[in-house]
Each structure stands twice: as structure tokens, then as C-alpha cells.
């Protein structure tokens, strides 16, 4: 687990970076590239693209599960935070839609003869009707088992994108922009240099630019990439129908390092290239909205460099898009990391002399009912340790549920509750714990307090009381073996909490104590 980042004072220094021939050529290819993607997101604006999306958009079922959460999210609003709005719930809707029910990611196809892994044999020529939806990009796969061969066309247009409903971030990032447009957000498309795209909403609850990663189902967590991926970021850019904004400073909480990164073209070139670029796009707009442009860029600048910067909780995982070997690869996953988070109880628990939490994975949501309900979103953000375990979303089946890692042999997950500093005395201990199993995999329960140990049972019941709890025990420690299994799916056949994705109300994880 990478060490939670100590707040980063926002002193950038820029580096000098000379004017030679080779940096010309450099901030030329810049230039070409920012005006040509520039250009690209005004195809966001059709009328006739925006009714193509309009028409798979479950628009009346997203409102309505928005209006449901509205009060319940902001019931959990904590002191200085401000409220979240109708659209805001709107956008947590969009991400959850678009990537567990609307948009799968492609890593390589199976073979439609003989359902062997394909494997990668190069690129291949577009045709003719590859190039009318702008894909220049075409994959070649081949069989190894019967010859067989295929092709990925990396299609650019979001027109056919909800048509093939498939692809890597660009695809997705590409097509959840148009959605977004399409329901009127404020949104741009944001391309990072080291190779990932996202989308950005303006929030006018907030009162600024929301990050959006559909591909991660991630929202308002900046800085996951730089803490969480590890990315070494460069240049991230921000295009929308208004304007074009270098966003970088967003994304990190190391300036100093990221500026130092940064070759690609003078730090004066590319602010006054970005002014011009957006001057001419702004140049018919009536005075009031360049006006408001304007003074929302000064407020945005002034975000991206207020004094400190903190890594938040839901910042610190890996990548979850893609295939492990391919995440694996390119350095952006927590994989096999611990996350040492420890619920301890609040002054209202302590008051109520009651701990109650819940974590339904169809929400991927911990809710402590004994402390007014307040919410973690991401099971990651409750667990004391884990290992080789990832959250899985089976969208043909509409399943959700916890198992180990593609690959690996057995899987560890624990949590742990403490309250060593309160003064209390443990009545009773109620844990309720669900597992399913396929073919011969395994999952072990124990549940610890102090130097007692409780093995799980089949019910997926412990309750404790009485001369169980004669040592007084201050804290507990729930933990979970997953193993075994056979054939390519092992992996898969030990699951925690398994459930209907569409099962929200029901809570498979519960642990409940009482206290003297």
C-alpha cells in the first residue's frame, strides 16, 4: 500500500526549457494536436447525435433513482462540505449505468470458432467503413488453436460507439461525453499525456469541474492517479465546445515534480498558444458568456494551486478497467496491497453504546446506521487488509461480489472494529457474513477478539454474548480465506456477498455490537 501523500504546498517553480530546433518541433505537434482535438468534441453539440444517445438513455429510471438519493447523500454531508445537487446524483447514475449496464471493455477477442484467447498479431489497413467512423486504428488478432483471425477497429466517433458498445478508455471516455452533453452537464473531454482520458463535469452545487473516469465508475477523485495508479503525469488537457484548459494541477499534488516532467514545449508557449486557441473560439460569443468563461477560469486556476493538497481515502486504489495481465503492465494497480483502515467508534456510538455497519457490494457502500447513517463509498475503503481480492460485476448474469484476483491461488480480506479508547465493555457481538461457492472452492471464516478465535459456520451467523466476551475483549478482527476452485475460473468459484446487482437494499456484510 503506497504511503498516504502529506500535503503538498502549491509553489510550483517552472523549468526552463530552451527554444531549439527539436522543441519547435515538439510545441508544432502540440499545436496540431490541441487544435485538432479541439475541433473533435464540437461533434458532442449534433442534435442529431444528442437524440442517437437520447434513445438508450434510461433517463426516466436515472432521475427518478437520482430524486431517491438526493436527501440520503446529503444526509451524510460532514461540516464545510456543501450539499450535492439534483444533477450531481444525475451524474452518479450516468457513471453506474454506463459502465455496469451499457459499455464492456475490450482486451482481446475469443475466438468465434473455437472460444480459444486470441492473441494480438499487429495493426491492420483500414477499410472504407472503418475510416467513415474514424477508425484509423485497426487491430489483427489470430487463433492460435485453429487459425482463425479477427480485427478491433478503434472507432472515434461516438455515433458508432453506441452502436459497438465496446473498447479502452478512449472509447469509453469518448462516448460518456456525448451522454453527458446529451443531459445537459457542463461537460469536457480530458486527455491525459500518459495515455488516459476521462471526462469532466462543472458542478454548479460545488461551484467547479467534477472529475468523471467512467472506465473506474469514479467520481470527484482527482487525485487517484497520481496516488493510487502511480502515473507520472505530464500535460492533461481539457477540451470542451468553449473553451480548452490545461487541467494538470488538478491531478497532482507534486507540481514541483510534474513540471519537472514537463518537455514537451515552453510553459509560456503553451499558456499563450491555449489563450489564442480559446480567443478565437470565443471570438462570436456574446460579452456576458465570455464574461462568465472568463471569471470561471480565474476561480479554477486559483483551485488548482490553493495552498495544500490531500490524498483522500477513495484515492488510494489501483486500476480496475481492463485485464489484470494489462493493468499489470502498465504499473496502474494496487494489486495485492493491504489497505489498513480501522473503524473506530464516533462520539454518537459511544453515547448510543451501540456499533452497527453494513456494506451491501450492488451499492459497493458501507453504511453506519449507528452514526447517523454516514456512508463509504467502495469496499476498499473499510477493510483493515487485504489480498488479491477485487470487486466483481457480472453485467450478462447482473451479479456483484467479492473474489480473489484472475491468477491468483487464494485471496485474503479483513476488517476490524476498535474500542480500545472509549471505556466501553462488549455486551454482544452479532456478525452476519455471505459467501457463495462453485466446484470445489473454499471460503474460511474467523472472527477474532483478542485471543479468542471463532471459526465462521455455514449459516454465515456468529453471535456472541455472555462468557464469550469474559475477557473483555476491545476490539475484533473479521477476516476471509478464499481458495481453491478448478479449471480458468477457479478464481471465481469463492465469492463473498454475492447478490443481485439490482438488490440494494439487501446488506450480505453486517457487524453489529453492543456495549456495556
Known amino acids: 500500500m503506497r504511503k498516504k501523500q502529506a500535503a503538498v504546498k502549491a509553489n510550483p517553480v517552472q523549468p526552463v526549457v530552451a527554444l531549439t530546433p527539436e522543441v519547435q518541433e515538439m510545441e508544432s505537434a502540440f499545436k496540431s494536436q490541441l487544435a485538432h482535438e479541439f475541433e473533435r468534441v464540437l461533434i458532442y453539440e449534433s442534435p442529431a447525435l444528442q437524440e442517437k444517445a437520447r434513445q438508450v438513455l434510461p433517463i426516466q429510471e436515472m432521475h427518478e433513482l437520482?430524486?431517491?438519493?438526493?436527501s440520503t447523500v446529503n444526509s451524510a454531508v460532514g461540516k464545510g462540505e456543501k450539499p450535492l445537487d439534483f444533477q450531481d446524483c444525475v451524474l452518479v447514475e450516468l457513471l453506474k449505468w454506463f459502465k455496469n449496464d451499457f459499455f464492456s471493455w475490450f482486451d482481446a477477442p475469443s475466438c468465434p470458432q473455437c472460444q480459444s484467447n486470441m492473441k494480438a498479431t499487429g495493426s491492420l489497413p483500414p477499410t472504407d467503413e472503418d475510416l467513415k467512423w474514424n477508425g484509423n486504428r485497426v487491430e489483427g488478432y489470430s487463433c492460435q488453436a485453429c487459425d482463425t483471425t479477427d480485427r478491433f477497429v478503434r472507432y472515434n466517433h461516438p455515433a458508432k460507439l453506441l452502436e459497438t458498445r465496446q473498447g479502452r478508455c478512449g472509447e469509453w471516455a469518448n462516448c460518456f461525453t456525448l451522454f453527458c452533453r446529451t443531459l445537459g452537464m457542463d461537460a469536457r473531454y480530458v486527455h491525459d499525456h500518459t495515455d488516459h482520458v476521462w471526462t469532466e463535469v462543472y458542478s454548479q452545487s460545488q461551484g467547479r469541474w467534477l472529475?468523471?473516469?467512467?472506465?473506474?465508475?469514479?467520481?470527484?477523485?482527482?487525485?487517484?492517479?497520481?496516488?493510487?495508479?502511480?502515473?507520472?503525469?505530464?500535460?492533461?488537457?481539457?477540451?470542451?465546445k468553449d473553451e480548452l484548459v490545461d487541467v494538470t494541477w488538478r491531478y497532482t499534488a507534486n507540481q514541483n515534480e510534474v513540471l519537472r516532467r514537463r518537455k514537451k514545449c515552453r510553459e509560456s508557449w503553451l499558456v499563450s498558444t491555449i489563450l489564442e486557441m480559446n480567443k478565437q473560439r470565443q471570438a462570436a460569443f456574446p460579452e456576458p458568456k465570455r464574461k462568465f468563461l472568463e471569471h470561471r477560469l480565474v476561480a479554477e486556476i486559483a483551485e488548482f494551486f490553493r495552498a495544500e493538497k490531500h490524498y483522500k481515502e477513495s484515492e488510494n486504489e489501483g486500476r480496475n478497467s481492463g485485464s489484470l495481465a494489462w493493468r499489470l503492465a502498465r504499473g496502474e494497480t494496487l494489486y495485492g496491497s493491504s489497505q489498513n483502515y480501522i473503524f473506530k467508534l464516533t462520539e454518537k456510538e459511544v453515547n448510543k453504546k451501540e456499533f452497527l455497519v453494513k456494506y451491501s457490494p450492488a451499492r459497493d457502500e458501507y453504511i453506519r446506521i449507528s452514526s447517523d447513517g454516514e456512508v463509504r463509498k467502495g469496499w476498499q475503503t473499510g477493510i483493515k487488509e487485504v489480498k488479491d481480492v477485487f470487486r466483481k460485476h457480472e453485467t450478462d448474469w447482473k451479479t456483484v461480489?467479492?473474489?480473489?484476483?484472475?491468477?491468483?491461488s487464494f485471496g485474503e480480506i479483513s476488517w476490524?472494529?476498535?474500542?480500545?479508547?472509549?471505556?466501553?465493555?462488549?455486551?454482544?457481538?452479532?456478525?452476519?457474513?455471505?459467501?457463495?461457492?462453485?466446484?470445489?472452492?473454499?471460503?474460511?471464516?474467523?472472527?477474532?477478539?483478542?485471543?479468542?478465535?471463532?471459526?465462521?459456520?455455514?449459516?454465515g451467523v456468529l453471535e456472541l454474548k455472555g462468557e464469550d466476551l469474559n475477557d473483555s475483549p476491545v476490539k475484533l478482527e473479521l477476516s476471509a480465506k478464499l481458495a481453491n476452485g478448478k479449471g480458468d475460473c477457479a478464481w471465481q468459484h469463492a465469492q463473498l456477498f454475492r447478490q443481485l446487482d439490482s438488490a440494494t437494499e439487501q446488506f450480505p456484510l453486517l457487524i453489529h455490537i453492543n456495549f456495556w
Open 66 to 70: 437520482a430524486r431517491k438519493n438526493l
Open 211 to 240: 472529475h468523471a473516469d467512467s472506465c473506474e465508475n469514479k467520481m470527484d477523485t482527482p487525485l487517484m492517479y497520481e496516488c493510487g495508479w502511480g502515473k507520472k503525469l505530464t500535460y492533461i488537457i481539457a477540451y470542451s
Open 401 to 408: 461480489y467479492l473474489a480473489r484476483c484472475e491468477g491468483t
Open 416 to 459: 476490524q472494529v476498535d474500542w480500545s479508547e472509549t471505556g466501553l465493555t462488549c455486551k454482544s457481538i452479532l456478525i452476519v457474513f455471505q459467501h457463495s461457492t462453485f466446484e470445489n472452492g473454499s471460503v474460511s471464516w474467523q472472527l477474532c477478539t483478542g485471543d479468542k478465535c471463532y471459526m465462521g459456520n455455514k449459516d
